[in-house]
């Protein structure tokens, strides 16, 4: 900012970018990409290697590609803003061997984009005694068992079943896993310290 001899403020812009240069595939492209920074000079740079080696770390920490352990990349809520599609093909090149969405209209978007075999495989949550029974009501309407990972809360404090409420979960969840409306497939949790790797 700037004082002018008349009295007036004129403010000249700065950019500070951390990203390398970028590459264009075509002159098109490089174009169009001017032509979106006059319009909105903000702008997030997402890289898809650096998502794809992120995941290919993730999946070296618990073991590897053939140690039987799965790992999810979570793609919620447009991959967090960073495309739903991109970030999903980039996670499985990283070595996910799911995806997790937080809304049922992702999961079944990714199936309509070619992502996963069918719509009949998409694992459902439940964290509280009223998504058994809600989920437990849609599996006996479709006449399929639902597949069902129960969510616990092991310190975070986002969502799911607490040590105090875990047995009336259970209570609910073994008999329905025994009538074969719901097929347990694991149990999930946020980590309650995410930011200490050790």
């Known amino acids: 900012l700037r004082h002018s001899s008349s009295c007036r403020a004129t403010i000249r812009a700065m950019t500070l970018n951390a990203a390398s240069e970028l590459q264009f595939s075509s002159p098109a492209g490089e174009a169009n ?34 140690s ?39 999961a079944l978007l990714l199936r309509k984009l070619g992502i996963g075999p069918d719509r009949c495989r998409i ?41 105090a409420g875990f047995d009336a979960a259970l209570a609910k969840l073994v008999p329905l896993a025994h009538e074969g409306v719901l097929h347990i497939v694991g149990q999930w949790s946020h980590l309650a310290v995410a930011d200490s790797p050790d």
């Open 68 to 106: 039987g352990t799965a790992v999810m990349g979570v793609v919620k809520a447009d991959a967090y803003g960073h495309g739903l599609l991109p970030a999903a093909l980039a996670a499985l090149a990283g070595g996910a061997t799911w995806l997790g969405t937080a809304q049922s209209h992702e």
């Open 33 to 66: 990409y001017r032509a979106a920074r006059r319009r909105y000079p903000a702008q997030a740079i997402v890289d898809l290697a650096t998502l794809r080696d992120n995941m290919a770390h993730l999946v070296d920490v618990v073991g590897g590609p053939h």
């Open 123 to 163: 694992d459902i949550s439940v964290g509280s005694l009223a998504g058994i029974d809600a989920l437990a009501d849609a599996a006996r309407r479709l006449g399929k068992p639902a597949r069902v990972h129960v969510k616990v809360d092991s310190g975070f404090g986002r969502n799911g079943f607490t040590p």
